[in-house]
Each structure stands twice: as structure tokens, then as C-alpha cells.
């Protein structure tokens, strides 16, 4: 069975931000990871090349169980990609106004900041980490 990607690992947050591609990669991920500290109250983890914030036990219908993030973002080559937990069918009026987005199974994936309205993002954010609650 693959390792789970999303559960805290150890590793230096900040020396990931810094080693980002691309000047705007850099700064816009270091801007989400501002707005998920703001929105969590706690210090980020590493996980296996993407960063985490809070602690969950997730249990799914089948039974499986899975230690993961709260919220969490990942840097990717052709994107950055947004791990939150809440589910986002049910925030269909702000995915309307967010702006330029693809969706996968519990992640957003954005090219850059400025494709996206940051307010509504960090809304969607702050879902996400008071549904985890």
C-alpha cells in the first residue's frame, strides 16, 4: 500500500517555502501559508512535499482510518494545490466566486494567487478548518 501523503512528517517548513521555483510561486505560497496559520492557530508541518496545519483522525465510510492535516497546501510544478477538509459541494456559491480553479477528490488546484479572490479563499479556509472541529 502507497505511504500516506498527507499525514505530518518532519522537515523545515520554511526551508521548502524557500526552495520553491518561480518568485511567484515562492511569495503566493508563502501567502496561503500565512492565511492557514491565521486560520488554524498552529505551526505548520511537513509532510511528504507539502505543508500542513492542525491534526485530524478521519475515519471513512469503508472503515478506513487515516491520521492527516486539517488544511494544507502543496507546491506543485504546474500548480499549487489546496488540501482542505471540508466538502466543497457543499460550498458551491463560493467556488462560483473564487476564480480561476480546477477541482480534484478534497483539493482545489490554483495556478497563482492572482487568479483567485484571496478573501473568498480564506474563507473557504476557515470552512474547512471549522468543519474539522
Known sequence: MAKQKTRPGS???????????????????KAIAA??????????????????????????????????FI?????????????????LDQHAALLAKLGKHKRGMGCLYINKLSDVDVGVLTEMIAASVAQAK
Open 11 to 29: 522537515g523545515s517548513v520554511p526551508i521548502l517555502l524557500s526552495s520553491i521555483d518561480g518568485d511567484t510561486k515562492r511569495q503566493d505560497c
Open 71 to 87: 488544511v494544507g497546501f502543496a507546491p506543485r510544478k504546474s500548480n499549487i494545490a489546496l488540501y482542505l477538509t471540508c466538502d
Open 35 to 68: 492565511m492557514m496559520a491565521l486560520a488554524t492557530k498552529v505551526e505548520p508541518k511537513l509532510g511528504a512535499s507539502m505543508v500542513g496545519y492542525g491534526e485530524r483522525h478521519f475515519k471513512y465510510a469503508s472503515g478506513r482510518e487515516v491520521d492527516t
